[in-house]
């Protein structure tokens, strides 16, 4: 497969991201407004006029580009609609960072929006195409859930110490959110209230599942020879890799449910396209797709950051706190921050923009060079999964 | 604003499309399959396994990238669903093409595909999208949004609303006689002018039956490389010189000076799409096109904006041929939405298919003689809220 | 400063059903004369907002809303909000159901009278086939503002109750007719008590026999039994569109006012589960302060429809639908966040260029400017068809379904449905209004919104 990727090429130059939560209050319209807004006011030389192009991911708050034209009364420009489920917003930004690397356009936004809280339900709504019934009904909890036993099964760990590791992972996250005043939880929880939530499947209680929430994130994209036009520390983007499942999993024998082989791929690809060679040392943050506790204990090892089996014992260490090793969700993931499915991408781009420019506040990490943010959609044995690679510098990955 | 364009920097080397209609007996991933595999089939050089990303347009059967990773056993490469209304499969194509351009990848492939009839409902289903049940798309069906096309150009200027019945007419008749000279449209039968007039006004304003596109599935693909390696997998690639997008701001219903006999949106896309390809007189330089006839006023209106015919007489020279099969200036050679159908995810890519064919010679009875550029065209959304896209591809490159 | 009636409506729908039309449909004998139904797409709550928007023409607005209904929309949810919201009240103020039995109406009366406010009785009758309920029921409402000034129409001198409970009408919740005990037995339990009331009531108003008598009752023979004995100085003449429960005194006391003299007395008598005895009088300010649309120009004309279409529009006849999808529910927090588009058409006007927005934008259409915008009510503003179109694929109850591009005067331009009218009621230029109408109901909720109608 040739996938050269566009190693520094294209950089982010202007984001903007809202509070995420339960916006009763805001529609969708609002809160793209309100992402957009903040994205050109982040940067001074680019007025709406000045973009010329967007992609807009949403997976279910509108169809087609109208669902951002209308609000912003954008005239005359393309926008495209992507949709990739989880991993929407990430993929909206991809598509939006070919496009300006093509040359077809010089300033591009890519802007991720979802308004969750208006379906009325509980959780994720994801209305199927028609369909003969068939289908498995399982909710997203109880298919995520099924990574828990299988875990710990294949790597010898008591079903109390993976609850011990799963609680671990949330309270992390939460501590990390309650740094972060646009997350939608901002107050530490302890782990015994998290070891002892109300259950809702398998062994994953209320607090092992992340936030539903609405909101929306905004990115400028211009080449990067003209990104210092712009802003004098823009991100660099050095690897967006994407990898689509057969989706055989849940019907195959040989799944096992310890692993997300799209995410192993994905994984690949973006270091051979950032050029890194030991990523566990050589990124300063990842923002992971935390959707469930124990899918983020599964992607340390698929992301290569831990070793297959020990995962568990590196959380349990410590080596993906804020002040740890490797910070994972330094801005409280998934979990604390909220998760509007078509925004999360760009959210967690958001935060690799704030740590490069020194503006994560109480989150604040060490001169970060390079960040790594993953998304996920599906479920484990079929999936779609995305890899970017964003950096501060130009040149050589990693230090 | 800045469009660029890649003018002549991708091509398509392969292309494949299904046979529209009611395919009871087959599903997403049957017709995807098809596609794909006719495609292959008919591209030696480029196999599966050679295939770098994915773009797939479908607007409702199915969401992310597995839809097709799936049915296709595609491992691990890149699939991303597009979606924009009824200019879904073009909008994938066109991110597939950037995509190649940028030099992220080699070779690609956009497809797209609709089982509108697994729906069980007649025409098509809104989105799901909550809202607070008061937008006019909740009750006002298609047919009914866009048959206000027809008395506000009637109004404007001055045209005999029986000539203007007469244009539609002559639409609907010559997208069916191009049908009938294709194996893969759904409706393969010429229709004779008056069973066309005899059902006028049955379905919304003065449309009837025969003046709206056929509600059906399929699907359609294409193989894209950068130019420069085009000649690697196929003699006569088929360049890329124009991709446009415009996705209006909605306000036309509720702009008193919107008057219904205009697509904003298309003129601003025809405009980037001709400064792009270099086109300065669209009539004479595009030997066919392909334009989103979803309804018979809307290809009249069409017309217009795409600069092929002067304001308020396109219903004439629609009468007098001009775009018939052996007119100056064929539009919908292949059928059109009318009597090919409308997949929504592939039609778009029907379109391409058509100026693929044409370009090489393939087009049988259809051909035209020696073709060299082509237009396609989509519109989604209704009039005053619309999404255009808008390509030119070319035999030649330069 | 005397209290009393400021002002006051009514408002009758537009479709009859003709009693030769029902009776001939169920092989029964017809009679002349209809009855008034409301059309499939208005329910109690739109037909009080009709009624209300009416009575607060002069732009008062109350504090407090009274409804009073035997056919509420919803119930463990107050309809009088939804009313609230469709008069643009804001957020402050009272709005009470009294719904239930066709005594609301007065209840509705009093309270109003009382704190001030508008009293809305508003009601849909129906009945099995072939009932007399279904029969000689009527569909309307009517409103009444309360409060203080120069301009009461009139004032209540005096009033009297009687109370008894006695098994003449019932019905229990989620039935679709109300049984009734045999016609002579209420006749013997009604009369007594409306004599009582009556004579307690003319007593405390000091007057010995009033101008104007109305008896209203869901008990028909014992209203008509009462009315021989307490007949007033002028006859009344009340509109002949059946009896419309909790909206039946306020159509007819609204029909009286519609004629009466100045210092007149008005005996209103209503009799259900009890009898409430009011006795009025009007002002010199009658004469000037006349309800704009008259009960008997609504009474008159209206279109009939045939009984399956009547049937069809009541829900009791399950038709075949169309092959297009369910409409989908209205959501919670969107129509909560647009409450004043959806319920009171409110949109927004630019600041800096004036363009009129319907729905409300927060980015201008016309100059792009972002967040400066003011409300544009535009309920009240005449609309004229830009153009339209009739709809043959749409799913409707009353097809086909005429949608118009509706321009605003003033600005604003909006898609909407057309009610109350066939294709041959509408070209472009026809002038419309709008009308507060139940588009549908999904998933359980009524779809509340505007549709325009020919003036």
Request: proline share 5%; aromatic share 8%.
């Amino acid at each position: 497969m040739a996938s050269h990727g566009i190693r520094d090429r294209v950089a982010i130059v202007g984001m903007g991201c809202t509070k995420f939560g339960e916006h009763w209050g805001r529609s969708i319209d609002d809160l793209l407004i309100d992402a957009v807004g903040e994205c050109l006011d982040s940067v001074e030389d680019i007025e709406r006029h000045d973009v010329d192009a967007y992609w807009l991911g949403t997976m279910g708050s509108g169809t087609s580009g109208m669902t951002l034209s209308r609000p912003l009364q954008i005239e005359n420009k393309p926008v495209t609609r992507v949709e990739n489920y989880c991993a929407t917003g990430s993929d909206a930004f991809r598509n939006a960072c070919y496009a300006v690397a093509s040359g077809a356009y010089d300033v591009v936004m890519a802007v991720g929006g979802e308004k969750l809280k208006d379906s009325g339900y509980s959780g994720l709504v994801v209305p199927p195409a028609s369909n003969d019934g068939t289908a498995s009904e399982a909710s997203a909890p109880a298919v995520f859930s099924l990574l828990a036993p299988a875990y710990a099964n294949k790597y010898g760990v008591s079903e109390a110490d993976l609850k011990e590791v799963m609680s671990r992972i949330a309270w992390k996250n939460h501590r990390n959110g309650a740094l972060n005043e646009r997350a939608q939880f901002r107050a530490e929880v302890s782990m015994e209230k998290i070891a002892a939530a109300p259950l809702v499947a398998g062994s994953l209680g209320i607090f092992d599942c992340s936030g539903v929430s609405d909101g929306a994130a905004a990115a400028l994209i211009v080449r990067s020879e003209d990104a210092l036009r712009y802003t004098d520390r823009p991100t660099y983007v050095k690897a967006l890799a994407f990898a689509a499942g057969t989706a055989q999993g849940p019907t195959d024998p040989a799944y096992d449910f310890t692993s997300f082989g799209e995410v192993v791929a994905s994984a690949k690809d973006a270091y051979r396209q950032a050029g890194l060679e030991d990523p566990p040392t050589e990124l300063s943050m990842a923002e992971v797709h935390d959707c469930f506790t124990p899918t983020e204990l599964v992607l340390m090892e698929d992301l290569g950051f831990s070793q297959r089996g020990e995962g568990w014992k590196d959380v349990m260490d410590g080596r993906f706190d804020l002040d740890g090793e490797l910070p994972v969700n330094p801005d409280g993931g998934l979990k604390s921050f909220g998760h509007p499915i078509g925004a999360s991408g760009l959210r967690m781009l958001f935060e690799c923009w704030l740590q490069f420019r020194g503006e994560a506040g109480a989150r604040q990490l060490e001169a970060p060079t390079l960040g790594l943010t993953h998304n996920l959609g599906g479920q484990p044995g079929a999936c779609v999964s995305f890899v970017s690679i964003v950096g501060a510098e130009r040149g050589v990955a990693g230090a | 604003m800045a469009s660029h364009g890649i003018h002549d920097r991708v091509a398509i080397v392969g292309m494949g499309c299904t046979t529209f209609g009611e395919h009871w007996d087959s599903s997403a991933d049957d017709l995807l399959l098809d596609a794909a595999e006719q495609c292959f089939a008919a591209t030696p050089a480029l196999a599966k396994a050679d295939v770098d990303a994915y773009w797939l347009g479908t607007m409702n059967s199915g969401q992310s990238g597995t839809v097709l990773s799936k049915p296709l056993g595609i491992d691990y490469k890149p699939v991303t669903r597009v979606e924009n209304m009824c200019a879904t499969g073009s909008d994938a194509f066109r991110n597939a093409c950037y995509a190649v351009a940028a030099g992220a990848y080699d070779r690609v492939m956009a497809i797209g595909v609709e089982k509108l009839k697994d729906t069980g409902y007649s025409g098509l289903v809104r989105s799901n999208v909550a809202g607070d049940g008061t937008a006019p798309e909740e009750t006002l069906t298609a047919p009914a949004a866009f048959s206000l096309l027809d008395p506000a150009y009637c109004e404007k200027y001055g045209v005999d609303p029986h000539d203007m019945r007469q244009a539609m007419t002559h639409v609907a008749w010559k997208n069916h006689v191009n049908g009938a000279k294709n194996e893969r449209a759904q409706y393969r039968t010429e229709v004779a002018k008056d069973r066309i007039a005899a059902g006028a006004g049955k379905v919304a304003g003065r449309l009837g039956v025969m003046d709206c596109s056929g509600v059906s599935d399929g699907a359609a693909c294409a193989l894209i490389v950068r130019a420069e390696d085009s000649h690697r997998y196929t003699d006569t690639p088929v360049f890329v010189k124009a991709l446009s997008v415009i996705a209006g701001p909605a306000s036309g219903p509720i702009d008193s000076s919107y008057d219904y006999t205009t697509f904003h949106e298309v003129v601003a896309c025809a405009t980037d799409a001709y400064a792009q390809a270099g086109i300065t007189s669209p009539r004479e330089q595009i030997s066919l096109a392909e334009v989103h006839d979803c309804f018979t006023p809307t290809e009249l209106i069409l017309m217009e904006d795409m600069g092929f015919s002067e304001r308020g007489h396109a219903w004439e020279d629609e009468l007098a041929g001009v775009f018939d099969l052996d007119g100056e200036l064929p539009v919908n050679p292949d059928g059109g939405l009318k009597s090919f159908g409308h997949p929504v995810g592939a039609s778009g890519l029907r379109m391409l298919f058509e100026c693929w064919l044409q370009f090489r010679g393939e087009a049988a009875e259809r051909q035209l003689d020696s073709p060299q550029l082509g237009l396609t065209h989509n519109l989604g959304g209704r009039p005053g809220s619309c999404v255009s896209f808008i390509s030119i591809v070319g035999a030649n490159q330069g | 400063m005397p209290t009393g009636i400021l002002s006051y409506s009514a408002y009758i729908p537009r479709y009859r059903l003709a009693h030769e039309e029902l009776g001939s449909a169920l092989g029964m004998g017809g009679g002349a004369g209809s009855r008034a139904i409301a059309s499939y797409d208005e329910d109690t709550t739109t037909m009080g907002v009709e009624a209300a928007r009416r009575a607060l023409g002069n732009g008062a607005r109350p504090a407090a809303l009274y409804f009073a209904t035997t056919a509420p929309a919803y119930f463990d949810k107050t309809n009088a909000a939804a009313i609230h919201a469709a008069l643009d009240l804001g957020s402050e103020g009272f709005a009470l159901d009294i719904a239930g039995s066709a005594r609301g109406a007065v209840g509705a009366l009093r309270a109003a009278a009382a704190s001030g406010g508008l009293a809305i009785l508003s009601d849909l009758r129906t009945g099995k086939p072939g009932s007399s309920d279904e029969r000689d029921g009527g569909d309307a409402a009517a409103a009444f503002l309360f409060g203080p000034g120069e301009r009461v129409i009139a004032e209540v001198l005096g009033e009297a109750s009687a109370t008894a409970e006695f098994l003449d009408r019932w019905r229990r919740p989620g039935e679709m007719a109300s049984g009734q005990w045999e016609e002579r037995f209420g006749l013997e339990a009604y009369l007594p008590l409306i004599r009582d009331a009556s004579s307690r009531a003319l007593a405390a108003a000091g007057i010995e026999q009033a101008d104007h008598v109305i008896v209203s009752s869901p008990h028909s023979r014992a209203a008509r039994t009462a009315a021989r004995e307490l007949v007033g100085r002028v006859a009344e003449e009340a509109p002949a569109i059946g009896y419309a429960g909790a909206a039946d005194p306020g159509i007819r006391l609204a029909s009286v006012l519609d004629r009466a003299g100045a210092d007149q007395s008005i005996l209103l008598v209503v009799a259900a589960d009890g009898c409430d005895a009011t006795v009025l009088r009007t002002t010199e300010a009658i004469t000037s302060h006349r309800a704009e649309k008259p009960v008997a120009e609504q009474a008159s004309g209206g279109r009939e429809v045939r009984y399956a279409t009547y049937l069809t529009w009541r829900g009791l006849l399950d038709r075949e639908l169309p092959r297009r999808p369910e409409p989908a529910r209205p959501a919670g927090p969107p129509s909560a966040r647009s409450e004043s588009w959806k319920f009171a058409f409110v949109g927004t006007k630019c600041d800096d260029c004036g363009q009129v927005h319907v729905p409300p934008r927060r980015v201008c259409v016309g100059c792009g400017a972002t967040d400066h915008m003011s409300r544009a009510a535009l309920a009240g503003r005449a609309g004229r068809v830009a153009t339209y179109t009739v709809d043959r694929l749409a799913y409707s109850l009353s097809p086909p379904m005429i949608d118009a591009v509706v321009d605003f005067e003033g600005g604003g331009r909006y898609t909407l449905e057309v009610a109350d009218a066939g294709p041959e009621d509408v070209d472009i230029g026809t002038a419309l209004e709008l009308t507060f109408r139940r588009l549908y109901t999904a998933g359980g909720v009524h779809n509340y919104f505007w549709k325009a109608r020919p003036v």
